[in-house]
């Protein structure tokens, strides 16, 4: 093999050199002054949540089924933000210090994730209630735990996020909550919960469905709680003096109901992303037209269409 000619080797460990660092800036900074990447940053973190009507409605169903002393299910489209509802509705009536949950707690909301099999499902409801042995012994230690805990709480109404996690042992589990402590057990999850989960036709469901029997759906956003929930979102996160004033550009709403598909998670992303887009090009003007050439990749969410107007 030939010798690499001296000045092409010498031209090639330049190529090659490692940079020195502090030589470099991140892609990022170089876009943008540093000033205008910590505003970029701090929308982008931006976590809020404006309780509408719906809410309240919802709200009262479950102070029904916590007094009749009735289980049930509350079901939405995903990004529908029924969970953060959930969470609201748990602040209403029960206070935190520090990690734990002042007596009486006479409202439970835990989060399951997913193979939410009996031991994730009493793990959620003691870190919920932040119990220093959430994750402590076997199942059996777990249960009794629990059990003990819910009744030493004043527990009152017990309400389980991404109940779709399920396993048909949990489900169970949670009817024994019911039929032995008397605590409504109200789960709350997608249509496919409704629909497919608790719908199913074998034998061993039966007892699932027929402890189930009340439910309530969550709804979508309509146009005008599209603009309530922008106008808060706009006063929550932006300066005065950087408003978009998106609820004055009709054709701007129009966008982002089409696009939102009246779901107030998708709804918060695309006004993150606009607020970027005007730091970015502060020229950008705000209409259906342009945000549809900027944003046209942008799927629209999959949603269960309601008679709501």
Known sequence: MNAMPETNLARANLEF????????????????????????????????????????????WLDDQRDAKLCGYVTSATGSGLLKACQLYRTKYVKRRGTLLEVPATVIYAEIAQHGGPTDLYCSIMEEIGHPLAHVGTLRDLRSRAWGTLRGYGVKILIIGNADYLTLESFNELIDIFTKLRIPVILVGTYYLGENILERKSLPYVRVH?????????????????????????????????????????????????????????????????AILKIDEPHFELNQYNLIKKFGRRKNPKVKFQNKS
Do not use: C, H, M
């Open 210 to 274: 027929d402890s189930f029997l009340e439910s309530y759906e969550f709804p979508n956003l309509t146009e005008e709680e599209i603009i309530e929930v922008v106008d808060d979102w706009e006063r929550q996160v932006l300066p005065e003096n950087r408003r978009l004033s998106l609820t004055q550009i009709d054709s701007a709403i129009s966008y982002l109901r089409i696009k939102s598909g009246g779901l107030i998670e998708p709804l918060y992303d695309l006004l993150r992303k606009i």
């Open 17 to 60: 050199q490692p940079q020195v660092a502090g030589s470099f800036q991140p892609a990022e900074e170089q876009r943008r002054s540093p000033q205008a990447q910590a505003e970029v940053e701090r929308i982008g973190k931006a976590n809020t949540y404006y309780p509408l009507d719906r809410d309240t409605e919802l709200f009262d």
